[in-house]
């Protein structure tokens, strides 16, 4: 048996700028095609009502002038009619001999029916002449004898059926007016034909086709030329944004590699002033030792004492060196004992007080938040020891209800005026308390002296409690819950 095999296959997911041009042009053909239907039903339905009063119009006209031909008909043998007795057959073929000659246009001429649906006069269609026409009806099937006998008994009246033209011999719409002799029981009219009332209806329509056929084409051309205005300007912005980000990039990029280069100058720096000269004391005390030992001289014993004395104090570099590029106390047991210690070892460094502050903390923030507020308050207190001059240090962290804040207030000099985030340790700050969603404010002190750095991080980089006695709803509280 042959097995089928079924490929799944992934479409393709648009570009940003795809994205962009999409949600850009997406709500424009909306509204361009929203606009374009409005206008078509609109001008559709005017042009409807135009058109059906128009033909109204061309009717009515059409009528009149049914009864000024019947009344010139009337006028003709009415002196006839008057005088004659119903059975006057002499008056009566007068009659149908004045109607048989009143033709008129290529097409008009009277018919005559008695009230039985006899045809007495045709000039036109003479094959109707002398035959009982009662029951007959058109290829839709309207009648036509009987309805015109019915409306000549009630005194007059118009009717429309198909009927053969005489100029074309092809059948059209008929509108004819009849009027009825009640002594002589009968029904007169004549009738004009509606083809050019059609045409002209037909004609207007399609008018009005083309005209919304123009109206489309108008549409879509603007909608072309704002799609076309909108992907130009779209493909500048891109091209701008994308150089822009380019440039971003590489400055970005620049500063990663200043902050690498600067790191390991630092630690080479600390390698060389401490671990090295440390290692090279300790080989010449065991140099020392060896040399003793060979000659049996107590004093060796001194002198092996000496160098593990510098072995201790080569591994305690070693710790802090290893504290400042990652400090394992942060991810053992939280943001608060981290600062601590950075602040008491700024103390032994600096010989400034710090002033460290916070709540019973619960190792609430992810480790993201708790990395970045350690380095801006470690990058903080780097330059209030480079630059300000102070005397005194205030570090305080505490959790709210929208996060959580690490604010570090100094007395020293303050920040110059105009001064943002133009510094390497500044812009260091910034970038990464952005990548945070938080924000980071730098201010002078209440008194115009010192400089306070205050970041904070939003409600989102806060872990759930994991007590029973927390806060409900995940917020916490500043005089409880701590990151």
Same mark, same amino acid.
């Given at each position: 048996?042959?097995?089928?095999?079924?490929?799944?296959?992934?479409?393709?997911?648009?570009?940003?700028?795809?994205?962009?041009?999409?949600?850009?042009?997406?709500?424009?053909?909306?509204?361009?095609?929203?606009?374009?239907?409005?206008?078509?039903?609109?001008?559709?339905?005017?042009?409807?009502?135009?058109?059906?009063?128009?033909?109204?119009?061309?009717?009515?006209?059409?009528?009149?002038?049914?009864?000024?031909?019947?009344?010139?008909?009337?006028?003709?043998?009415?002196?006839?009619?008057?005088?004659?007795?119903?059975?006057?057959?002499?008056?009566?073929?007068?009659?149908?001999?004045?109607?048989?000659?009143?033709?008129?246009?290529?097409?008009?001429?009277?018919?005559?029916?008695?009230?039985?649906?006899?045809?007495?006069?045709?000039?036109?269609?003479?094959?109707?002449?002398?035959?009982?026409?009662?029951?007959?009806?058109?290829?839709?099937?309207?009648?036509?004898?009987?309805?015109?006998?019915?409306?000549?008994?009630?005194?007059?009246?118009?009717?429309?059926?198909?009927?053969?033209?005489?100029?074309?011999?092809?059948?059209?719409?008929?509108?004819?007016?009849?009027?009825?002799?009640?002594?002589?029981?009968?029904?007169?009219?004549?009738?004009?034909?509606?083809?050019?009332?059609?045409?002209?209806?037909?004609?207007?329509?399609?008018?009005?086709?083309?005209?919304?056929?123009?109206?489309?084409?108008?549409?879509?051309?603007?909608?072309?030329?704002?799609?076309?205005?909108?992907?130009?300007?779209?493909?500048?912005?891109?091209?701008?944004?994308?150089?822009?980000?380019?440039?971003?990039?590489?400055?970005?990029?620049?500063?990663?590699?200043?902050?690498?280069?600067?790191?390991?100058?630092?630690?080479?720096?600390?390698?060389?002033?401490?671990?090295?000269?440390?290692?090279?004391?300790?080989?010449?005390?065991?140099?020392?030792?060896?040399?003793?030992?060979?000659?049996?001289?107590?004093?060796?014993?001194?002198?092996?004492?000496?160098?593990?004395?510098?072995?201790?104090?080569?591994?305690?570099?070693?710790?802090?060196?290893?504290?400042?590029?990652?400090?394992?106390?942060?991810?053992?047991?939280?943001?608060?004992?981290?600062?601590?210690?950075?602040?008491?070892?700024?103390?032994?460094?600096?010989?400034?007080?710090?002033?460290?502050?916070?709540?019973?903390?619960?190792?609430?923030?992810?480790?993201?938040?708790?990395?970045?507020?350690?380095?801006?308050?470690?990058?903080?207190?780097?330059?209030?020891?480079?630059?300000?001059?102070?005397?005194?240090?205030?570090?305080?962290?505490?959790?709210?209800?929208?996060?959580?804040?690490? $604010? %570090? +207030?100094?007395?020293?000099?303050? #920040?110059?005026?105009?001064? &943002?985030?133009? @510094?390497? !340790?500044?812009?260091?700050? =910034?970038? $990464? %308390? +952005?990548?945070?969603?938080?924000? #980071?404010?730098?201010?002078? &002190?209440?008194? @115009?002296? !010192?400089?306070?750095?205050? =970041?904070?991080?939003?409600?989102?980089?806060?872990?759930?409690?994991?007590?029973?006695?927390?806060?409900? @709803?995940?917020?916490?509280?500043?005089?409880?819950?701590?990151?």
């Amino acid at each position: 048996m042959q097995r089928i095999r079924w490929a799944s296959m992934s479409l393709p997911r648009p570009s940003y700028g795809q994205s962009l041009f999409l949600l850009a042009t997406l709500p424009l053909i909306l509204a361009v095609s929203a606009i374009a239907v409005l206008v078509t039903v609109q001008s559709e339905r005017s042009a409807t009502r135009e058109i059906a009063a128009l033909e109204q119009a061309m009717i009515e006209a059409k009528r009149r002038e049914l009864q000024n031909y019947l009344q010139l008909a009337r006028t003709s043998f009415i002196t006839i009619y008057g005088n004659a007795a119903p059975d006057d057959q002499a008056a009566k073929l007068r009659v149908t001999q004045i109607l048989s000659a009143m033709v008129y246009g290529p097409d008009g001429f009277f018919f005559v029916y008695d009230y039985n649906g006899n045809n007495l006069v045709a000039p036109r269609q003479t094959w109707l002449i002398g035959r009982d026409w009662t029951g007959m009806t058109d290829a839709d099937g309207i009648p036509v004898t009987d309805r015109l006998i019915e409306l000549a008994r009630q005194g007059s009246g118009y009717h429309s059926y198909e009927w053969r033209k005489p100029s074309t011999g092809e059948e059209a719409t008929l509108l004819t007016y009849v009027i009825g002799l009640q002594d002589w029981q009968w029904a007169i009219g004549t009738g004009v034909w509606l083809d050019d009332v059609l045409a002209q209806g037909a004609a207007a329509r399609a008018e009005v086709r083309a005209r919304v056929a123009e109206q489309f084409r108008s549409i879509g051309a603007i909608t072309l030329g704002a799609l076309l205005l909108v992907f130009a300007s779209g493909f500048l912005i891109t091209v701008r944004e994308r150089r822009l980000a380019d440039a971003k990039l590489k400055q970005l990029t620049q500063r990663v590699l200043d902050t690498q280069e600067e790191e390991r100058g630092r630690v080479a720096r600390e390698l060389h002033d401490s671990i090295s000269q440390l290692l090279v004391g300790i080989r010449y005390k065991l140099e020392l030792a060896r040399r003793l030992t060979a000659k049996g001289e107590p004093a060796a014993e001194q002198a092996v004492d000496g160098a593990i004395a510098g072995l201790q104090g080569a591994l305690g570099e070693v710790r802090r060196i290893s504290h400042d590029l990652r400090p394992g106390v942060l991810d053992d047991l939280g943001l608060g004992p981290a600062l601590k210690s950075l602040c008491e070892a700024f103390e032994v460094r600096t010989g400034l007080p710090v002033e460290f502050r916070t709540v019973v903390f619960r190792n609430r923030l992810d480790i993201e938040a708790k990395t970045a507020l350690y380095r801006i308050a470690q990058e903080a207190l780097t330059n209030v020891e480079r630059h300000a001059g102070a005397g005194r240090v205030s570090v305080r962290v505490f959790g709210h209800r929208h996060g959580a804040t690490l $604010r %570090i +207030e100094d007395d020293g000099r303050g #920040l110059p005026e105009g001064a &943002g985030t133009t @510094g390497m !340790g500044l812009r260091n700050m =910034a970038e $990464r %308390i +952005e990548q945070l969603d938080g924000t #980071l404010r730098l201010a002078r &002190g209440v008194d @115009g002296r !010192g400089t306070i750095v205050e =970041a904070s991080v939003p409600l989102s980089h806060l872990l759930a409690p994991e007590s029973e006695g927390a806060p409900a @709803g995940g917020l916490p509280a500043e005089s409880r819950a701590f990151p």
